[in-house]
């Protein structure tokens, strides 16, 4: 599998594309309710099978996320201790 970078705003044009898809159930729901439908028959084994597979790639890549969030504040830090100790090193 290939990591392909994301921008912010491509990270939420799939929340909005998810969002959208959530509109549309939900519709359906509103629907069946005020027309009294007891059941509303659906194919539902792929959908169940993908909305999982979404769950785990969203909670998958909330950790690979936090993983690069926590490298990143490291090298930061790591790189702000350097400049630390430079510019000590030159005071005296």
């Known amino acids: 599998m290939v990591l392909e970078p994301y921008t912010p705003e491509q990270l939420d044009q799939i929340a909005l594309r998810i969002l959208d898809v959530c509109a549309q159930i939900r519709e359906i729901a509103r629907r069946s309710r005020e027309q009294r439908f007891e059941q509303v028959p659906l194919h539902d084994k792929k959908a169940l099978e993908w909305l999982g597979k979404l769950e785990e790639w969203a909670a998958k890549s909330q950790r690979d996320f936090e993983l690069a969030q926590f490298k990143q504040r ?14 000590s090193g030159q005071g005296v």
């Open 74 to 87: 490291g090298a930061r830090a790591a790189a702000a201790a350097r400049s630390d100790e430079e510019s």
